[in-house]
């Protein structure tokens, strides 16, 4: 498969290259973008997603996977929300806090002893600098000039991928619903 970067300011995006077809929609593949302000970048590579697309949007993220929440209703709810995540900070009232790392290229939690605010500090290892996440777009990059399948089958093992708060809400619920009707 072809690919491009595409340069603007405070970003920088891999795309699927077509060319000269004006016409063919933006398919972003990873994109590395800058927390304003800071020297800090986040990079989205779609091929840690469970089933990879790439739209105009695809090198943005989900607000839920940078940050995630939920706050149990009984403490086996909570311990059966804790089974479900690798990776998890507990508030004192009980609220679980956690990255999903979907799509998102594990980094650091600071740069150059910088740490961006993240909600209710949470510890989010998302970060990179300029020069490290560019290799990591030219790596990418080379796997997808390389790759002879399709997009979706460039999917990769996320090793750091956890449930978002909407599938963790969902399991619970399943299991409320199955143990209220006794299966």
């Known amino acids: 498969m072809k690919t491009k970067f595409s340069i603007e300011k405070g970003r920088i995006s891999l795309l699927v290259d077509h060319g000269k077809n004006a016409d063919a929609e933006k398919q972003v593949l990873a994109a590395m973008t800058l927390y304003e302000g800071t020297r800090c970048w986040t990079i989205i590579d779609i091929r840690l997603d469970k089933a990879p697309v790439a739209d105009p949007w ?32 507990e508030r004192p009232d009980g609220t679980l806090m956690w990255c999903t790392y979907n799509s998102i290229v594990r980094g650091e939690l600071a740069i150059n002893g910088y740490t961006p605010v993240s909600p209710y500090g949470l510890k989010r290892y998302i970060h990179h600098n300029k020069s490290g996440g560019m290799d990591k777009l030219r790596e990418i990059k080379a796997f997808w000039n390389n790759h002879q399948g399709t997009i979706v089958e460039g999917a990769i093992s996320n090793p750091h991928g956890q449930p978002s708060v909407t599938e963790v809400w969902m399991a619970l619920a399943c299991k409320a619903l199955l143990a209220k009707h006794g299966l």
């Open 58 to 89: 695809s090198g943005s993220g989900s607000g839920e996977d940078f940050f995630s929440e939920l706050k149990p209703k009984s403490p086996a709810e909570a311990e059966d929300a804790k089974a479900m995540l690798n990776e998890y900070e």
